[in-house]
């Protein structure tokens, strides 16, 4: 309210200021004729103004915060695929029915050129992705995903994500997944209903995992080369993944 009361008072300052300007001048030269024309070309072309300003040049400025934010957040999601993506990942692949059709989509055949990346994303979003709780390595996905809580609260924290939607439902799934397991004192002796019920929050957080890693190689390729050279030698879906160049 405070801030609404000073702008209205510098508005009026503003208005003052123009029409005392305007008697100064009228006195001086005692030419309303002269005032008059270049008041109303002034007003006229005000709209124009507004357009110039509010409706272009202020969606330039808009259009380049966002993509500095979006390059911020890139970084964050970097640090999240470094310390606990990759790992999930590759722990969530232990999980899958069938695993082959993953990895020969994200792996095998993939030459990491734009179009792979748009025939990948409409062939995963077809994909069934059967997971199977009891399938893989549901005491070490808890320890590891219980180590990396506080990094992850850490990240939900980051205001800025609130401009990724997808990165932050992410967040969230592997967020919620964490708490499920953490609750269960005993994961080795479950009734079906949990382990149906794990497999879900896991099949959830796998496969929003896999669209954003697939977003997050396909900005490194176009922005950072070096970065996208390491992530593809770590590919999580590669068995013999190695950091060493061949």
């Not at 609404?4 to 008072?9: D, G, Y």
């Not at 008697?23 to 270049?38: K, T």
């Not at 994500?161 to 967020?175: G, I, K, M, N, Y």
């Not at 977003?215 to 068995?239: E, T, W």
């Amino acid at each position: 309210m405070k801030r609404l009361h000073w702008q209205i008072l510098f508005g009026l300052s503003l208005i003052v200021l123009s029409v005392l300007l305007y008697l100064i001048h009228y006195a001086f030269f005692r030419d309303s004729h002269h005032i008059f024309i270049y008041l109303i070309g002034d007003i006229a072309f005000l709209p124009i103004q507004v357009l110039l300003v509010t409706m272009i040049i202020d969606q330039l400025l808009s259009r380049r915060e966002k993509r500095a934010m979006l390059n911020k957040l890139n970084m964050v999601i970097g640090a999240f695929f470094s310390e606990v993506g990759t790992r999930l990942l590759k722990s969530f692949y232990e999980f899958g029915a069938n695993n082959n059709q993953i990895r020969k989509e994200l792996f095998e055949n993939n030459d990491w050129s734009n179009k792979t990346f748009s025939n990948m994303n409409k062939r995963l979003k077809d994909y069934d992705y059967p997971i199977e709780s009891r399938k893989g390595d549901l005491e070490g996905l808890k320890s590891f995903l219980i180590r990396k809580r506080d990094f992850l609260l850490g990240l939900l924290e980051n205001p800025n994500l609130l401009e990724h939607e997808s990165f932050t439902d992410l967040l969230w799934a592997v967020f919620h997944l964490t708490e499920e397991l953490v609750y269960r004192d005993n994961i080795r002796q479950l009734p079906n209903t949990d382990y149906e019920h794990l497999s879900s929050d896991i099949k959830r957080a796998y496969v929003l995992l896999l669209f954003e890693w697939l977003a997050y190689m396909k900005h490194l390729r176009g922005n950072y080369p070096y970065l996208f050279s390491l992530a593809v030698r770590m590919n999580p879906f590669n068995p013999n993944a190695s950091p060493i160049v061949k």
